[in-house]
Structure formats: structure tokens, C-alpha cells
């Protein structure tokens, strides 16, 4: 049972590289979710989906795209990469139902910008 | 602005006493909130939550209190053990709200 898997585990780009995390959950949930986190910062929202073909900006959206093509994939991609999106990502997914159904989550992509 | 604020970063706490995390929250739109906790080099699991018409919410060594009046809540883990260190973090939800908001975490060390 796999839950919710984030390819890769690590990467080190060099700024203004491009690249794309990959997330896949093989529970069937409508709604998936990219998080960063940062030291003294908690989670924060980045880009979310409510459904295959659907995107919606989150709380920090600038310089990342997201692609939902099919329902078990939440792609999030950085075109032009820079030191400030240093980070640890996450994704998260979680089935319909009211806001207290809780999102189970990815181990995160430790994404470091030089 | 952050909505959910967990102002202690870190608790120190004996094996076998209490240990208690608060959080508070500004949006009175949330109806549900939730406690998830984090090792290093995993991602966050979820661990209790409660939802607004309640005040308490009980899962074994973990309760969580919920004062809606003042925005507050607090996760009791008693007895602490050595496994529960780690980060835990509040987070909340409105009724049909897709997405969580998170406070910056709380790191517990349970000390032998």
C-alpha cells in the first residue's frame, strides 16, 4: 500500500534550471496538494487540485506550474529555478467530504537551488 | 497573515509526564482542526483532530481540546514516550474548505 509516492527524493539544481516533482497516489482521491516547507514556516500551500484537469493557485503560487492530466498524478514543475525555492516539498492528497477529512501525505523532495 | 499560530517552537518534556502543545487561530470560519505529526525525513501524519461542536476529542495517550470562544487549542500526549518526539502541527479547516491552514510547528523532545 503505497499511499502517496514523491519522485524524486532529492535533487540539486543550479539556478534558472528547469525541473518537475512528481507525485502519484494510488487511493483514488479527488484532491491533491503541493506544500513547501520551510524552517519556522510551517506548511504553506502552493498550487492544489479538485479534480483530474483541474488547477487552483494556493497561498505561494509564484514560480511554479502544476499539471493534474491524469486523477493519480499532481505534477509540479519550476521553470526557471532560483535559490529562494530552496525548500522541502510535499504532496498531499485526500478523498471528498468536508473539510475535517484529513490529507495524507508524500516523505517530500529536498530540493536544493545553487 | 498567518491564521493558525503555534507560538511554543519547541517542548521539552520527561518520559512518563504530560506533555501539552497549544495553538491558536484567528479565522472563526474554521469548523474542523486537525493535529498531524512529523519524524525527520517523512512526511506528516495525521493524528487527531475535532470539529467545532466539540471541545474534546479523545484517541488514546492523545486529546485534544478545542475553546472556541477564546480560538484555541491545545494536544495533550499523556504518558509521553521517547517515539513521540518529533514536529507536530496544528492545522485548520473550514466546513467545506478544500484546503488546510497549518501552524509553523511544535518540536517535542521526550527526554529518558
Known amino acids: 500500500n503505497a499511499g502517496v509516492t514523491q519522485t524524486p527524493k532529492f535533487r540539486v539544481l543550479k539556478t534558472g534550471q528547469s525541473m518537475t516533482l512528481l507525485c502519484a497516489q494510488d487511493m483514488n482521491h479527488e484532491y491533491m496538494y503541493w506544500y513547501r516547507q520551510d524552517p519556522g514556516m510551517g506548511l504553506r500551500l502552493i498550487h492544489y487540485?479538485?479534480?483530474?484537469?483541474?488547477?487552483a493557485k494556493g497561498e505561494v503560487p509564484d514560480g511554479y506550474n502544476v499539471s493534474r492530466l491524469k486523477k493519480q498524478n499532481f505534477l509540479l514543475g519550476l521553470e526557471s529555478a532560483a535559490p529562494s525555492q530552496t525548500s522541502v516539498y510535499f504532496c498531499?492528497?485526500?478523498?471528498?467530504?468536508?473539510?475535517?477529512?484529513?490529507?495524507?501525505f508524500g516523505d517530500g523532495t529536498r530540493l536544493s537551488i545553487l | 497573515d498567518q491564521q493558525v499560530k503555534q507560538n511554543s517552537p519547541s517542548l521539552s518534556v520527561q518520559e512518563g509526564r504530560i506533555s501539552i502543545l497549544n495553538c491558536d487561530y484567528t479565522n472563526s470560519m474554521f469548523d474542523y482542526f486537525l493535529w498531524y505529526k512529523k519524524y525527520p525525513a517523512e512526511g506528516p501524519t495525521f493524528l487527531i483532530s475535532i470539529s467545532s461542536i466539540k471541545d474534546k476529542n479523545e484517541d488514546g495517550r492523545f486529546t485534544v481540546f478545542l475553546n472556541k470562544s477564546a480560538k484555541h487549542l491545545s494536544l495533550h500526549i499523556v504518558p509521553s514516550q521517547p517515539g513521540d518526539s518529533a514536529v507536530y502541527f496544528c492545522?485548520?479547516?473550514?466546513?467545506?474548505?478544500?484546503?488546510?491552514?497549518f501552524g509553523a510547528g511544535t518540536t517535542v523532545t521526550v527526554r529518558a
Open positions: 487540485s479538485v479534480g483530474e484537469g483541474t488547477t
Open positions: 492545522a485548520a479547516s473550514g466546513i467545506n474548505d478544500y484546503k488546510l491552514s
Open positions: 498531499a492528497s485526500k478523498s471528498t467530504g468536508t473539510g475535517g477529512q484529513p490529507q495524507h
